[in-house]
């Protein structure tokens, strides 16, 4: 009996240390701060490159870059930010040509140049609630978010109409350097690979109503004329993040 007993405590402080080991090894829910790069992929309205619509804005697949982290409040539960920067590229010759055989048939004209210079850069800053789930030495980070969008450039698109014009009208979509709210929602996975630190990926909605443009030599009710650019975007990265 007593032999008994010493093998059934044996195995009873074996299956302790056995779980209690196997918990030490489940990453714990922490704040953290990160670094992610990776692509940013237009959208709706922003990749459309339609003559015709007005908020078409010909953008393109380019690079991002953020920093992001959240602060624990209760358990599971947080408050997650974003500050990010991303290069939605530039207009190509071919978008140019499309622009300028479309205002050559607005404007009843033999040829048009249209010329396009400057690209679109833009920041968001962005804020919410965000819920995170372990998986063995998995974090799944699921986070609803709002804040706004910056632009820093958009291109400027210049339209000059042939010598046969009886008008000096010069119609110029200006660079953009204006602000607007903007929302959207991200999921992250994280691998614990040591005590402090994670390594993941992760996976950002954002969409905006778009910033404000501003034009020279309003061509009125002919043409194309832009006044807003709305912007919607998904974001692909991978980064690192540490914890606080």
């Known amino acids: 009996m007593k032999k008994t007993l010493t093998i059934l405590s044996v195995v009873l402080v074996t299956l302790i ?3 209690a080991k196997a918990q030490d090894d489940k990453p714990q829910i922490k704040s953290y ?3 992610f790069g990776g692509m940013s992929y237009p959208g709706g309205d922003y990749v459309k490159t339609d003559y015709n619509n007005n908020k078409a804005g010909f953008a393109k697949n380019g690079a991002t870059f953020a920093l992001d982290g959240a602060y624990y409040i209760y358990k599971n539960l947080g408050i997650g930010a974003t500050v990010s920067f991303q290069d939605q590229g530039e207009l190509t010759t071919a978008d140019a040509q499309n622009l300028s055989n479309g205002y050559s048939t607005s404007f009843e004209k033999d040829i048009t140049n ?4 400057g690209r679109y850069h833009s920041g968001f800053a962005m804020a919410g609630p965000q819920y995170s789930f372990i998986f063995n030495k998995f974090i799944v980070d699921l986070r609803a978010s709002a804040g706004i ?6 291109p400027i698109i210049s339209v000059v109409f042939d010598n046969s ?6 119609p ?3 660079s953009s350097t204006a602000r607007a709210f903007a929302y959207g929602g991200s999921a ?14 992760k996976f950002n909605y954002v969409n905006s109503d778009g910033v404000a443009i501003n034009n020279t030599g309003d061509p009125g009710t002919t043409g194309r004329y832009v006044t807003k650019e709305p912007i919607s975007v998904i974001q692909a990265t991978i980064g690192i993040t540490v914890h606080l």
């Not at 994280?190 to 390594?199: H, I, K, Q």
């Open 172 to 174: 110029t979509q200006l």
């Open 149 to 154: 969008v910056k632009s820093f450039s958009t």
């Open 33 to 35: 701060i990160g670094l």
């Open 188 to 201: 992250a996975l994280r691998f614990n690979f040591a005590d402090a630190w994670d390594v993941g990926v």
């Open 17 to 19: 240390s056995f779980n």
């Open 114 to 117: 249209v010329t396009a210079t």
């Open 165 to 170: 014009s009886t008008t000096s009208l010069i």
